[in-house]
């Protein structure tokens, strides 16, 4: 393989890790996962044993972290 073509193959495959990045971090607020929603905070975890607000009514996040 040509060096050009290495180079290019290595620079697509970090554009396609920084986007699956980006997605990740930015995959912040309430996901739904089939028939279940959850809340993921900043560090991209799920909030659990709490009380989440989500505009004028308020929804309880079980130890697993299901609504």
Do not use: P
């Not at 290019?8 to 930015?26: E, H, P, Q, R, Y």
């Not at 996962?33 to 505009?55: H, K, L």
């Amino acid at each position: 393989m040509k060096k050009q073509t290495k180079l290019g193959l290595v620079l697509a495959a970090a554009a396609v890790i920084s986007v699956s990045v980006a997605s990740l971090v930015s995959a912040r607020g309430w996901v739904q996962n089939g028939a279940d929603w959850y809340y993921v905070d900043n560090s991209g975890e799920y909030v659990t044993e709490s009380i989440q607000a989500s505009g004028n009514s308020k929804f309880y996040l079980g130890e697993d972290g299901t609504m």
